[in-house]
């Protein structure tokens, strides 16, 4: 029974990489001895990312919504390190902010685009280049907007809600040899969700248990935690990292 976390010789990709949460994520794998490929749309903020990283790693830009992109750092990452244990995908977008029923067509198929399709596809290319007869281990960042209603953010939580759907059914099908679990976050001080938590003041107390906001390695912490042999019997969950915000 697997007591301590060492992913040496385990290969690992991570979508949205360059900073946030996905840049805390590839840092704490290569830190525990994966060998990492980080994946986002530039290629100097991956390249700035990847030198912040003690551990193997490897960049590849991509954009998380074209299936294209993900075919080819799904097979670059298996030439690099020669397989793929880990996905992680953390890449989203959000670019529109207010009522649901006032949302324009094309801001709505972006975001499902990249949210809710792009795991999938992303998934679908781990699977058939690798992971069918490998197995692995897919962590999808959700959030927990997915699972309450938070607002004005009725789109994105949209997305966010169909991810979880999609990870408890392709743990469903893909097990037992690829788990699949889902990430769902709550108020993390990044820049992504910086109109949501710059108003409020950085150190002022919140009304939830824990009363701070997030940081990018609580939900790192998270992910390792399901990417390791310590989550061996974990597959379909959702992992909620909110400080306690649902249950106010």
Not at 151 to 164: P, Q, V
Not at 180 to 206: C, H, M, Q, Y
């Amino acid at each position: 029974m697997p007591t301590t976390i060492d992913l040496k010789g385990r290969s690992a990709l991570v979508t949205g990489a360059s900073k946030g949460i996905g840049l805390a994520i590839a840092r704490i794998l290569a830190a525990n001895g994966a060998s990492v490929m980080l994946s986002s749309r530039k290629l100097d903020g991956l390249e700035a990312a990847a030198a912040t990283i003690d551990g193997e790693t490897a960049v590849f830009p991509a954009n998380a919504g074209r299936p294209d992109d993900a075919q080819a750092c799904v097979a670059a990452t298996i030439k690099r390190f020669g397989g793929l244990d880990i996905l992680v995908n953390n890449a989203a977008t959000n670019p529109y902010y207010g009522r649901a029923i006032d949302i324009d067509l094309p801001r709505f198929d972006k975001t499902v685009e990249v949210n809710l399709r792009g795991p999938l596809v992303w998934t679908q290319e781990a699977w058939r280049q690798v992971m069918s007869e490998r197995g692995g281990n897919v962590i999808n960042i959700s959030s927990v907007g997915g699972i309450k209603y938070t607002g004005s953010l009725g789109i994105y939580d949209l997305t966010k809600a169909g991810l979880i759907y999609l990870t408890k059914h392709l743990a469903s099908e893909l097990g037992p040899t690829v788990r699949v679990n889902a990430i769902a976050p709550g108020l993390v001080k990044t820049d992504f969700a910086r109109v949501l938590w710059e108003s409020g003041g950085e150190e002022r107390p919140r009304p939830w248990p824990l009363q701070r906001l997030g940081q990018p390695d609580d939900v790192a912490h998270a992910a390792l935690y399901l990417a390791s042999d310590l989550a061996s019997w974990v597959t379909g969950e959702v992992l909620v990292v909110d400080g306690g915000t649902a249950v106010t």
